[in-house]
């Protein structure tokens, strides 16, 4: 399987797990992390339920994987994850020493792989991964504004993403 084709397969992995944080009332974002070819971990976001705000969709993965391979380098894995990392997770990224990193749609509130910031590219970091960006990013955006457009629609608006109370909205989607 070429590269091209490996990255939407892995990226479905990960609209599949933001389908998991959609079906539980959290924003829908989901991520895969990948070793030699095969999934070693998964996550979505949980920080509503698990009274978390660190549990993005991509930190959870990275516990999941570190876990896995009880080591926290996670170098030679590859992270899927269905919208750009913000800062916290691009420095978990950094951190465990993943090698590439794959995003669907852009967060143009949070993003940090150039969306707002670019942290991939801070040249004072000691860490740098290949980054590839747009992959089923029309899938994945849609995602996020439907589930941004129904709860608009339904009784107290966004203003009540899963009942928190925390006015997450559609800038704010992890």
């Known amino acids: 399987m070429d590269q091209a084709t490996a990255d939407r ?3 479905r992995a990960a ?6 944080a959609q079906t539980v009332g959290e924003v829908p974002v989901g991520a895969v992390i990948v070793r030699d070819g095969r999934v070693l971990a998964t996550g979505f976001n949980q920080p509503i ?4 705000p660190t ?3 991509e930190i959870q993965a990275i516990r999941a994987a570190a876990l896995a391979l009880g080591n926290y380098r996670l170098v030679g894995c590859e992270l899927y994850v269905t919208l750009e990392p913000c800062a916290m997770c691009t420095g978990a990224i950094l951190h465990s020493r993943i090698g590439r990193v794959v995003f669907g749609a852009r967060d143009p509130k949070t993003g940090a792989a150039g969306s707002v910031v670019d942290l991939f ?3 004072r970091l000691n860490h740098h991964c290949e980054l590839i960006e747009g992959v089923l990013a029309p899938e994945c955006g849609r995602l996020l504004s439907d589930f ?9 608006g966004a203003a009540d993403v899963g009942g928190s109370g925390l006015g997450i909205g559609p800038g704010s989607p992890g």
Do not use: K
Not at 148 to 156: D, K, Y
């Open 55 to 57: 549990a993005h969709a």
């Open 15 to 20: 609209l599949d797990q933001a389908l998991n």
């Open 121 to 123: 590219a801070e040249p």
């Open 9 to 11: 397969v892995h990226m």
């Open 49 to 52: 339920g698990s009274h978390d």
């Open 148 to 156: 941004f457009r129904a709860r608009r629609a339904a009784p107290g």
